[in-house]
């Protein structure tokens, strides 16, 4: 449920096609695929169709995903890697739609959060060693001059400037690097082919971030939250179609000795952020919803009330660094607490 780390394999492999699972002796065949994809295993569950129906659909959506993988990549050769390399030079790059589509959601949401999701950071990403899909990572943070260096560069999403698929940057320092927000518009791109196809029940989990659409047979999807210190914090079931991402810092880091780097960095500082353990949105897409756990991640416990309320959220859950658990009222009236999980409700300010 974190900004993911790509596989340094360009290929995706459909690792399981149309397995038949049945929920109960009335409600319709369950169709799953697997595809490894953005370094997670990506499932896809459809309901209401046939088994025909099911499979054109995952060979559809293995296509599109391929596509996504090969474009979107943050740190092997590929369509983003060409933008970001006419970019250092103060050159225009030609880009995809797709890429277009994610600076426009990017500069806005990166305004809204007072910058606290800045996916312009792509240097001071690699710079942490965090272009990779090894972790953990051993060894120590970089020097600190290097990262006041790129901070003090202030690489911006708003520095580009879009004309159709003509990208340019008034600023050489721009990297870009989607991790924080291509899961969850993959997650909604899936979904939207689905829905082309005909399919309306359908639920696409991206390593536990995920989008359901309408119903699993009689019943609405249910969904496990994980706690980061072990188990489940609670449950909920989804209503009609909607996103539930995770960001969390319990998973990619870098170790030194006894210290722990954790992989969402904060824009602002360039350092790894460490208040809170995990956040969790439920949004109407997956990439608003994707975008809005990083930036109330590097938000904190002081500062993620005001820029949910920037995002227009609603629904928040949040696990600090003690393990101790948040909710906004809405999230309270979703979320099943589990047994011996203390919680608090928080209010949004208006």
Not at 11 to 18: G, M, V, Y
Not at 106 to 116: A, D, K, V
Request: glycine share 10%; proline share 6%.
């Amino acid at each position: 449920m974190l900004a993911f780390p790509m596989t340094r394999r360009l290929h995706i492999c459909l690792l399981l096609l149309c397995l038949g699972l049945s929920a109960c002796q009335r409600s319709p065949e369950v169709h799953q695929a697997e595809f490894f994809v953005f370094g997670t295993v990506l499932d896809v569950s459809v309901q209401g169709v046939d088994r025909a129906a099911a499979s054109r659909a995952f060979a559809e959506l293995q296509r599109d995903f391929q596509t996504m993988h090969r474009d979107w990549h943050a740190w092997e050769p590929g369509m983003l890697t060409r933008v970001n390399e006419a970019f250092a030079a103060g050159n225009p790059a030609t880009a995809t739609a797709d890429i277009v589509e994610m600076i426009r959601r990017s500069q806005r949401l990166e305004t809204r959060s007072g910058g606290r999701f800045n996916p312009a950071i792509g240097a001071l990403i690699g710079l942490w060693g965090f272009h990779t899909s090894d972790y953990p990572i051993m060894g120590p943070p970089p020097p600190a001059e290097a990262i006041e260096r790129l901070v003090g560069q202030n690489p911006s999403t708003t520095d580009i400037e879009v004309d159709g698929l003509t990208l340019n940057s008034r600023n050489p320092a721009v990297q870009l690097d989607f991790g924080g927000i291509a899961k969850g518009y993959a997650v909604d791109l899936a979904c939207a082919r689905l829905n082309t196809l005909g399919i309306d029940n359908a639920i696409v989990n991206a390593g536990g971030d995920l989008r359901a659409m309408g119903n699993h047979g009689d019943r609405p999807w249910r969904v496990a939250i994980r706690d980061p210190q072990g188990g489940i914090v609670g449950t909920l079931e989804t209503v009609s179609d909607e996103a539930v991402f995770t960001s969390g810092n319990y998973e990619r880091f870098r170790q030194h000795g006894e210290a722990r780097y954790p992989h969402i960095l904060d824009p602002r500082s360039g350092w790894p952020v460490q208040a809170l353990s995990s956040v969790t949105v439920i949004a109407s897409e997956g990439l608003l919803a994707d975008a809005a756990a990083t930036a109330l991640t590097v938000a904190g416990p002081d500062e993620w009330t005001e820029v949910a309320q920037a995002l227009g959220l609603e629904q928040v859950l949040l696990v600090d660094a003690a393990g101790r658990v948040f909710l906004t009222p809405a999230m309270a009236q979703r979320v099943t607490v589990a047994e011996g999980i203390e919680s608090e409700v928080v209010e949004i300010s208006p």
